[in-house]
Nanobody, 129 residues
Framework: QVQLVESGGGSVQAGGSLTLSCAAS????????MGWFRQAPGKEREGVAA????????YYADSVQGRFTISRDKVKNTMNLHLNVLNNEDTAVYYC??????????????????????WGQGTQVTVSS
């Protein structure tokens, strides 16, 4: 079992920045992919970013590409998500997750919540105009 705990959410004005952190309770070896998902009220949970644990290769949703950055600290067993140039559409509960990365036949990242076995409790990010 791996327990994941997020921190760093909060309220920010549009155009601002936040950094979310995810701490794993134990060494996450054997887990191929770690990622961030988000869920806004009335919407499905969507993948935001992911990082492969063996290669540190990163993947992003089109909506956050160029604005968000995912990173890992293998020594501290943590994962961060830096959110920049935030807008109202980024308001959601953000979840840290661990599991498998998936790609479509065309090679695009295809994040599916069912591929992730472990989840954090979520942290709220609210962006105001």
């Amino acid at each position: 079992q791996v327990q994941l705990v997020e921190s760093g959410g909060g309220s920010v004005q549009a155009g601002g920045s936040l950094t979310l952190s995810c701490a794993a309770s134990r060494y996450s070896g054997g887990i191929a992919c770690m990622g961030w998902f988000r869920q806004a009220p009335g919407k499905e949970r969507e993948g935001v970013a992911a990082i492969e644990t063996d290669s540190d290769r990163t993947y992003y949703a089109d909506s956050v590409q160029g604005r968000f950055t995912i990173s890992r600290d293998k020594v501290k067993n943590t994962m961060n998500l830096h959110l920049n140039v935030l807008n109202n559409e980024d308001t959601a509960v953000y979840y840290c997750a661990a599991g498998l990365c998936r790609w479509s036949l065309g090679g695009r990242w295809d994040p599916r919540p069912d591929d992730y076995n472990y989840w954090g409790q979520g942290t709220q990010v609210t962006v105001s105009s």
